[in-house]
């Protein structure tokens, strides 16, 4: 098999009119070699096609989806599909197919500056809205979503609407699921937790703290980076298990509303 670099020498000097004698004397290969590569039928090892080749067309109707969406959902997803392959393979295959987009944004490494805050165990749960504008029931659903600053822990629990009530309702529901509540609670300025337009606490929901013997502390605005583990907690679920809730409800399988865990 000829290297790159013979390759090169050979098709330069075909170019220039030397014989194929002549080109094996001066690369040192055998003159049958150097014919049949000039021939175009020199015994080159053929790459194999690659293991997503069946999951091709899948994997680009998701990347036209979500151009960001996790490798590992990917992976998942593509297993529940076939895939019988280790996700290092999975990961490998994905980059040799190209199928990801570029995104300029994330080439240069992101344009904002974060900064890593340390959080004790049990200090602090943050809790942000997640809107599923598209359901198989035709209408948008609510999700309270709950998530432990330390460990990044988390749960969401469907709430009928946005108003105090409805909120506490579905805050006692996701404080069960996570075995109880932490000595502080991180929220923004979510509708039925502060009066709209400021960062006040509604009374009701100033009630609820005091009733679990917590603080709340509300984000200033513009920092929703403050809020990350909610935030992270909120893409999680957006990309991995709201779609994997759709396809059991349009296949006719069972799934409850209880909540949702991420490892």
Known sequence: MLTQEEDMEIAALRGRGWTVSAIARHTGRDRKTVKAYLAGDAKRRERAPSVLEPYRDYLAARFVDDPHVLGTVLFREVGGLGFDRSYQTF???????????????????????TTEIDHPPGEELQFDWLELRETPWGQAAYVLIGALSHSGRCRGVFCEGQTGPHVIES??????????????????????????????????????????????????????????VAEAAVKYLTRSWWPDTIVVVLSGGRYTSAGASRP
Do not use: I, S
Not at 101 to 110: A, K, M
Not at 187 to 198: A, I, N
């Open 171 to 228: 805050l006692d529901g996701v404080l069960r699921r996570l075995g109880g509540t932490t000595r502080r609670w991180r929220t923004d300025r979510m509708p039925g937790v502060v009066y709209p337009g400021t960062d006040r606490l509604l009374p009701e929901f100033v009630a609820c703290a005091k009733h679990y013997g917590v603080a709340v502390d509300v984000c200033p605005a513009r920092r929703a980076r403050r809020k990350g």
């Open 91 to 113: 990961v490998r295959q994905l980059r040799v197919l190209g199928l990801r987009p570029q995104c300029e944004c994330c080439r240069r490494g992101g344009v904002d500056v």
